[in-house]
């Protein structure tokens, strides 16, 4: 019984959700959106159901992952579009014809992902890969563990002091601050060093209640200073996704962590809807009751979610409307902004921005800045579309599923009953999990997390010992 509770409730929010937008999309039009909802749900199911690397656990696959995050803005989104456009204009305000046009472009980069993933090429490659085994001249994994998280944390510091500092952060609403994007490498260096630290308390036996303690303090400033301070909640996802990947595929099918998994999932789903509506005012404003400006309407907490999924499909529904007629094709350009990102500015200050920066100039009239601020999520739809329109996403899916393939074929090898010991293919593959979550974004977000995450994971394992050596009973 205990078992079918979980996918019951699903079912039943399913429904309700699904009965509330019903006298919408009986409007004229959106049968035939009902109709490629379902179709992409076929190919989404088809795809799971025939994983190729079934040594994986469930939710370790990145095919499983790439399809659940892109069912929310695939499947969720469209269906949500009717109910947000009688709230919203502009953005939301689409024809069905492109809404149709758009979802046949997600069953065209879907597809060829999932061929991408089937074929043994990404085996191939993870072949080729070093597995970084234990050597004698290694230094004690705790350094760079200890430097990493001293390093990030410093860079954190330095992003507040750089902001003008706490005080004048609070004053401030998600996104109107402007600072470096070097920033960025110490907040993604802070969740590696945390998964650093959880895979040495995982595999070195019980931990001593210093370490515990230590990590529990650490987690706890992670979403205190994501969740409030900088406001993203991406990153949450990355940190929760890294470590559940951590656990999982060193134990495999444990069910109290599994159980966990969902509370939590479930915890970071309400937070995503309720705080993605509230963050645009500023902290201080928050605290003190105060609500937005005058002749701003105020969103309901549920419209947080709405909004979060349909706002990306609603971004490459935009994206099929301005490539090629009014926007030039990128011919990979895009992908530019992950070797240019780490140049600063002030050096630069005619930089290349990403693509959901360049597209805010549709969006935010009169309130526009072409280098800070927020920017929009096109989706890998749109990001692959505006490179190279129909063939962009179709050679989008196709390697972005020989690389999915390369790290799920690189993490099962030498998996014991679906539990894997070797640091190096545990971390590489929760490192990749963890960057999925930017599916929601473009490539070149993907490519940005793995700069800023992989040569200091390249290190450790290069030059310390993160293999720890002591057998870890599983649990049962």
């Known amino acids: 019984m205990r078992s079918t509770l979980f996918p019951r409730i699903l079912l039943a929010l399913a429904a309700a959700a699904l009965a ?82 758009t979802l046949a472009l997600f069953l065209l980069l879907q597809g060829s992902f999932i061929a991408g993933y089937q074929i043994r090429v990404g085996v191939a490659l993870a072949r080729v890969l070093p597995v970084f085994g234990p050597g004698r001249v290694k230094l004690p994994g705790r350094w760079i563990e200890t ?46 060093a945390t998964l650093l630290m959880a895979w040495r308390l995982i595999q070195s036996g019980p931990a001593r209640p210093g370490d515990r303690a230590l990590f529990l303090a650490v987690l706890l400033f992670e979403v205190i200073f994501f969740a409030l301070v900088l406001g993203a909640r991406k990153r949450l996802f990355f940190l929760f996704f890294g470590l559940f990947a951590v656990w999982l595929l060193r134990f495999g099918k444990a069910r109290m962590p599994r159980r966990a998994a969902i509370v939590a999932l479930v915890a970071l789903l309400a937070f995503f809807s309720f705080w993605g509506t509230v963050r645009s005012r500023s902290l201080r404003d928050l605290a003190e009751g105060r609500n937005r400006e005058a002749g701003v309407p105020q969103q309901a907490a549920y419209m947080g979610y709405l909004t979060g999924v349909a706002e990306p499909f609603a971004v490459a529904c935009k994206v099929v409307e301005l490539f090629p007629d009014t926007e030039p094709y990128r011919y990979g350009g895009t992908l530019l902004v992950t070797l240019l990102g780490f140049i600063p500015r002030a050096v630069w200050p005619e930089k290349p921005v990403g693509i959901g920066k360049e597209l805010t100039k549709y969006t935010d009239g009169v309130y526009y800045d072409p280098y800070y601020g927020h920017s929009i999520a096109t989706t890998l739809v749109g990001d692959a579309y505006a490179n190279l329109g129909v063939i962009g996403v179709l050679l989008g899916g196709l390697g972005l599923g ?60 290069l030059f310390f010992r993160l293999d720890y050596r002591r057998s870890v009973p599983v649990p049962a």
């Open 20 to 101: 509330f937008l019903v006298p919408e999309l009986l409007k004229p039009g959106w049968g035939l959106v009902v109709l490629m909802v379902a179709l992409v749900v076929l190919l989404l199911v088809l795809g799971v159901w025939a994983r190729a690397e079934k040594r994986l656990p469930f939710l370790c696959d990145p095919l499983v992952l790439v399809s659940v995050f892109q069912a929310q803005f695939f499947v969720i989104g469209p269906l949500c579009l009717p109910f947000v456009q009688a709230q919203y204009t502009s953005l939301y305000t689409i024809p069905v014809e492109r809404v149709v046009a």
């Open 147 to 192: 430097l990493i998280l001293v390093g990030s944390g410093l860079g954190c510091a330095g992003f507040v002091w750089n902001l003008g500092g706490l005080d004048y952060i609070l004053r401030l609403g998600y996104g109107q601050g402007r600072s470096s994007a070097f920033f960025l490498l110490a907040f993604h260096a802070l969740i590696l």
């Open 402 to 461: 020989i690389l999915c393939r390369t790290a799920a074929a690189y993490a099962a090898e030498g998996m014991v009953d679906g539990c894997q010991s070797s640091p190096a293919r545990v971390l590489v593959m929760a490192v990749f999990l963890a960057s999925l979550v930017e599916v929601r974004g473009d490539m070149a977000g993907i490519l940005a997390f793995h700069g800023m995450t992989y040569p200091f994971l390249l290190v450790a394992l």
